[in-house]
């Protein structure tokens, strides 16, 4: 994890020399909404706060950003009760000029979770949070704890929105993966396991096929004078 995070600082370290000679520095703000179809309706909402460098062409225009997303889950009424931190990395393509007002673009993104608020924590057979564990027999109980989501990727398509020089309206939608590991255990009723007996138990990887949505405002500039 900790040489994740040296490439994502690298790599804005790169694009950041690069941009100050060659190309445009990008920052954009954004919302994804995830819709777990595949097992359940289980739903998602991340924040995305990117930078990175744009490289315009006569065509287009491809971006490359790191990312830091905050993402929480919604079910059956619980707010945010899983929420994650992550940290990745993105690549866009407009495929028109800049200088049109609507063009359509492509998205691909891959992160993964480096802090969560619900390590070793209940995880039902819906595969959401929970905050009691489930009755196996009348002499055991049973539960998947939560171990982390090391993979969450989409690609998008979607509609870019010039609305003054520089500042675009990003709209998207998509197939998204995101996959979570967790601990499935049976324990005696009543009982309640400490983490080193959880973590006794192997982990097992869990996928789930989601519908994203994405609404986004992004920002180009440079630190070049015009002439």
């Keep these: 994890m900790k040489v994740f995070a040296f490439f994502i600082l690298f790599l804005f370290s790169v694009v950041f020399c690069f941009s100050q000679k060659k190309y445009k520095m990008i920052a954009e703000i954004s919302n994804t909404s995830s819709l ?13 706060i990117s930078a990175g460098s744009q ?32 940290l990745g990395i993105i690549f866009q393509y407009r495929i028109l000029s800049n200088e049109r007002k609507i063009s359509p673009f492509v998205g691909i993104s891959a992160i993964t979770e480096v802090g969560t ?3 070793d924590k209940y995880i039902s057979r819906d ?7 489930e009755e196996f027999s009348n002499l055991s109980s049973f539960s998947r704890f939560y171990a982390g989501t090391p993979f ?8 870019d929105i010039r ?17 979570m590991l967790t601990r499935y255990a049976i324990w005696s009723k ?13 982990i097992n990887t869990k ?7 994405q609404l986004g405002l992004s920002y180009a500039f440079s630190f070049k004078k015009r002439k």
């Excluded at 777990?36 to 995305?48: A, C, D």
């Design 36 to 48: 777990n179809i595949i097992p359940t309706f289980n739903l998602y909402s991340g924040t995305n």
């Design 55 to 86: 490289i315009e062409t006569k065509k287009g225009n491809f971006n490359i950003m790191g990312t830091y997303q905050f993402s929480g889950n919604y079910w059956r009424g619980a707010v945010f009760s899983l929420q994650s931190h992550l």
């Design 117 to 119: 608020n619900y390590k």
């Design 127 to 133: 595969l959401a949070p929970s905050i009691y564990p």
């Design 152 to 159: 969450v990727g989409n690609l998008l398509l979607g509609c």
């Design 163 to 179: 609305l003054v020089h520089g500042l675009h309206l990003n709209i998207s939608a998509g197939y998204g993966l995101r996959v």
């Design 190 to 202: 009543g009982a309640v396991l400490s983490k080193e007996q959880i973590h006794e138990y192997s």
């Design 207 to 213: 996928n789930f096929h989601m519908l994203d949505f």
